[in-house]
């Protein structure tokens, strides 16, 4: 970790009077890839663009180092400069692949991969060496002479990716890469990030996918209601969050309501308790005793013990914990 | 490079979209192919007409054949109704209805009346145009056998006054003939003295006695006297009685020989002859009296003369002035200097030549359809490919590009130019191939003309593409655009059919304007300083239609994000089904 690369400070973004960012603070270091995760609704996709300039948050600051590539009086005193105040410079250290792939379909691979590096002004021979770079890391030489509306949809969105690189970005950002993929292109497309992110690419990405994001990612901030909630490693963000167990128990014959009955009776620090179509569920933070406990109570009443099995929750608990009220809407 | 290549993006994308390659390129090959219909259909055409001469004579027969030789086909109808009908039932154009009695006279001006159906306002002016030039040609023929006529009798009348004053003048030099012959009569009797007559012949014959030389003396002074008797005798011939002069000659002529004989004679016989010459005295004596009564007979006969002269002079005055009023007439009927029946029947006469020997049909509708080219391709390209970026799942990724806004329009702005360009020059290219139009003798004023017309458009083009959201409804708007400046012209219902206000707003149609521009540049090598001022306006116009464009505003949607204030409702999305679009907006 080489320092701050990207500074969000106290950002607010309305969209026709509702507030969907609440002054978001958050630093970004260089090199890592930060994970942002939170329900379908809860601002990701408005933090990542209004960090890039493409909304102008009403309050709050966008700014970024600019490694002294902006040429420019008073640049040097200060290292970072803002999105906003520096947009077309800011252009060219953001990559950006969108929710929806965004290119030309009437454009082959290739000639959309040039059209829009010569956008970013790359010389000629620079820009030729850059797209077959990335045509050969994005598996998608062969495809080249395709146009881009015929691409499957990994293509696709492997070929946006390859759009948003093609200008070798300092910060490249990803909305939800891997959504409505099958899980051997998800894991093609995350090995690719870890590739680029190796390349010396900070990655900020946003995804539903968390177990995915628990392991590609070097810090994750959780997102609520346009709120970040916390951002941390996710080991941390797991060991505190994730304080209780759960014990699921199948049982023959299964008459899991006086089991219920009697494990309430028997002991005090059972947080949650709830009868699934599996068996019985038990949460708590004293795992020991309550399993000395159960067992205890299934052999007064004469069932027989046919799975028992004691988990930590991943990050997916967590979220729905989290979200419990937009249970419906999460992946 | 980076302008280029979103120019070189356009045109791929604009090609491989079928809707719009189609504009592209079958926009230009359609107009061709009008062209090539209206030049190969000069002859396609038949204009017919009817018509109904209750009583037919030559006149009529003359109007009709000469309709006939003009390429009309001509139908005889018994009546009018029967004519009228087949107007009704689009078999003729028109109907001509000739008089019961047509003919020219002095007494009726005839009128012959033409039956058309407004309806079909095109060709009611076209047939007309036609009919009556030719109806006006045979008129013309007739006042013309009428004038000359008219001329004939008044060449007639000038000859013969020119006749009547020959006879004056040969009267007149009669007058002045006879007036000298009376000058020198009256000259000749005053200068008669009949004093002579008082030589006293007494005292000479006294002297005779002395001297022969005296005798010689007589005899000289007789030949003087018989000499000048003998021209007083010629002088008053006409006036004496022939008999009376006669014997005076006579009487005279012996004398002389007796005087003659006197010469030789001695001076004996000169007693016998001095005898002899007073009874010569005696019958002279007596001669003189009959002299001067003859002096008296000169008298009267002068008196007569005066009087006579009198006459003669005041006919002399009546003569000049009966002169004076013949020639007057004849100046005045010489002063009129055009005397061809031609010339009076039509004074100016019009010769209607085309200005180059292509159909002028072609030479009219020509620049018209250029610019109608011009402004399709310009209004449908443009809004084509604004929508294209508008709803391209790439305007995303073009806004994370660090070129601006400006950019992006100049380089729409300019490919949907050269595209329209490229056409025109084609469609020039091959009208100059294959109709040799005099292209190149006011190409600067026609490239001009097609440049400031497609940035015209163009502008108008880029505005209805960021006005509606989806390209049918671009589309339409082009469409619906293009054909109101097609339909509110010339090419389409003529002028003189449209009211007064309407014909007021016309004058203000680009389309108009550009094509009137284009069609003199090309058929009249108007020179391109006439239509600068013109031209910049109408680009002063473009480019502030533009302008909003650049900018990055608009004001519609200045109006829109106002409306949406107010109603509080958020109708982006609905308009766009994506929100990634909306950084139109939000620049
Ligand atoms: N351009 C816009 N105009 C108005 N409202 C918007 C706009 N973009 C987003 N919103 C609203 O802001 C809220 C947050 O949207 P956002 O796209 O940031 O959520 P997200 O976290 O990315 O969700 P998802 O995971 O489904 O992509 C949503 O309620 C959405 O309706
Ligand atoms: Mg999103």
Redesign the pocket.
């Known amino acids: 970790m080489a320092g701050v690369i990207l500074r969000i400070d106290a950002v607010s973004k309305s969209?026709?009077k509702?507030r969907?960012l609440k002054n978001v603070s958050l630093s970004v270091e260089e090199g890592e890839i930060l994970g942002l995760i939170?329900?379908?609704?809860?601002?990701?996709?408005?933090?990542?663009?209004s960090i890039t300039g493409f909304?102008r948050p009403e309050a709050g600051d966008v700014r970024f180092r600019h490694f002294g590539l902006l040429k420019r009086k008073g640049a040097e005193k200060d290292p970072f400069v803002s999105v906003f105040s520096e947009n077309s410079f800011a252009k060219t250290i953001f990559g950006f692949a969108s929710?929806t792939p965004s290119f030309y379909e009437n454009l082959t691979v290739r000639e959309n991969m040039l059209y829009f590096g010569s956008l970013f002004g790359l010389k000629h021979k620079e820009l030729e060496s850059n797209t077959d770079i990335l045509l050969t890391l994005m598996g998608l030489k062969s495809h080249q002479d395709n146009l881009a509306g015929k691409l499957s949809g990994g293509m696709q969105r492997r070929l946006d990716i390859a759009c948003a690189l093609i200008h070798d970005p300092a910060i490249l950002i990803l909305?939800?890469p891997t959504s409505d993929l099958d899980p051997t292109l998800r894991n093609h497309i995350w090995s690719l990030v870890k590739k680029i992110n190796r390349r010396g690419t900070t990655v900020i990405l946003?995804s539903?996918h968390l177990s995915e994001v628990e392991t590609f990612c070097s810090r994750i901030a959780i997102?609520k209601d346009?709120s970040v909630i916390d951002v941390d490693t996710p080991s941390k963000l797991k060991a505190k969050y994730a304080e209780t167990q759960e014990i699921s128990i199948q049982a023959y014959p299964g008459n899991y309501q006086s089991i219920l009955a009697r494990l309430k009776k028997k002991c005090g620090d059972i947080d949650t308790m709830d009868i699934s179509s599996e068996g019985l569920v038990i949460s708590s933070s004293d795992t020991k005793n309550v399993l000395h406990e159960v067992l205890h109570v299934l052999e007064k009443l004469d069932e027989e013990l046919v799975d028992i099995n004691v988990s930590k929750p991943g990050l997916d608990e967590l979220f729905t914990q989290l979200n419990r009220e937009d249970r419906g809407d999460a992946a | 490079m980076r302008f280029t290549s979103i120019i070189k993006k356009n045109f791929k994308l604009l090609l491989r979209s079928k809707s719009s390659a189609f504009i592209l390129l079958a926009g230009p090959i359609l107009i061709i192919l009008i062209v090539g219909l209206f030049f190969n259909g000069k002859s396609a055409y038949d204009l017919s007409l009817g018509y109904c001469a209750p009583v037919p004579n030559d006149l009529t027969r003359s109007f009709i054949s000469s309709l006939e030789k003009n390429g009309f086909v001509v139908y005889d109808f018994n009546n009018e109704s029967s004519c009228t009908d087949k107007i009704k039932q689009g078999v003729i154009h028109t109907c001509i209805l000739f008089p019961q009695d047509f003919k020219v006279s002095n007494d009726q001006s005839t009128e012959l009346r033409f039956i058309v159906d407004y309806s079909r306002v095109n060709l009611v002016y076209k047939v007309i145009d036609a009919v009556s030039e030719i109806i006006e040609f045979e008129t013309r023929e007739v006042s013309y056998s009428l004038t000359n006529t008219l001329i004939s009798r008044i060449d007639s009348t000038l000859s013969g006054l020119e006749k009547q004053e020959e006879l004056e003048e040969r009267i007149s030099g009669l007058e002045v003939d006879i007036s000298k012959d009376f000058d020198s009569l009256k000259s000749g009797v005053d200068s008669i003295d009949f004093s002579t007559g008082s030589v006293s012949l007494r005292s000479l014959r006294s002297k005779l006695g002395n001297s022969q030389d005296s005798l010689d003396d007589l005899i000289v002074k007789y030949g003087e006297f018989s000499e000048y008797s003998y021209e007083m005798l010629d002088e008053l011939e006409g006036y004496l009685d022939s008999n009376k002069s006669d014997e005076i000659r006579a009487e005279l002529d012996l004398m002389s020989q007796e005087v003659a004989s006197l010469q030789n004679a001695s001076l004996d016989d000169l007693n016998a002859s001095l005898q002899e010459l007073s009874d010569a005295d005696e019958r002279l004596t007596g001669l003189f009296e009959r002299l001067q009564e003859n002096e008296r007979l000169a008298d009267s006969v002068k008196k007569i003369v005066s009087r006579t002269e009198e006459h003669l002079s005041s006919f002399r005055d009546s003569l000049s002035s009966l002169s004076k009023g013949t020639s007057g007439m004849r100046e005045r009927l010489e002063e009129i200097d055009i005397t061809r029946a031609e010339s009076i029947v039509s004074p100016v006469n019009t010769k209607i030549e085309p200005l180059m020997s292509e159909s002028s049909n072609f030479q009219f509708a020509f620049p018209f359809l250029v610019i109608l080219l011009v402004m399709f391709a310009s209004l449908m390209i443009s809004s084509t490919l604004i929508i294209f970026e508008r709803s391209s799942r790439a305007v995303f990724r073009n806004f994370m590009t660090p070129i601006d806004r400006k950019m992006f329009i100049s380089a729409h702005f300019l490919t949907v130019l050269l595209i329209v360009l490229l056409q025109s020059l084609l469609i020039l290219l091959i009208s100059y191939l294959a109709m040799k139009f005099a292209l190149f003798s006011s190409i600067l004023s026609v490239v001009a003309v097609i440049f400031v017309a497609s940035v015209f458009f163009i502008a108008l083009g880029l505005m209805i593409g960021f006005v509606f959201a989806s390209q049918e409804g671009a589309m339409m708007a082009s469409l619906v655009l293009g054909s109101t400046f097609l339909f509110i012209s010339n090419l389409v219902v003529p002028l003189e059919s449209i009211s007064q206000g309407l014909a007021g707003i016309i004058r203000f149609n680009p389309f108009i304007i550009f094509s009137e521009f284009l069609r003199k540049a090309l058929l009249f090598n108007l020179p391109l300083s006439d239509a600068v001022l013109e031209l910049s306006i109408l680009l002063l116009i473009a480019l502030v239609i533009l302008v909003p464009a650049l900018l990055g505003r608009n004001v519609f949607h200045d109006a829109k994000r106002y409306w949406v204030k107010r109603k509080g409702k958020?109708p982006?999305?609905k308009l766009r089904g994506n929100?990634?679009k909306?950084w139109l907006d939000d620049l």
Do not use: P, V
Request: charged share 30%; aromatic share 6%.
């Open positions: 969209f026709l509702r969907i939170g329900s379908s609704g809860s601002g990701k996709t408005t933090l990542l663009k909304y929710q909305d939800e946003a539903h997102i346009g | 958020r982006e999305n929100a990634d909306d």
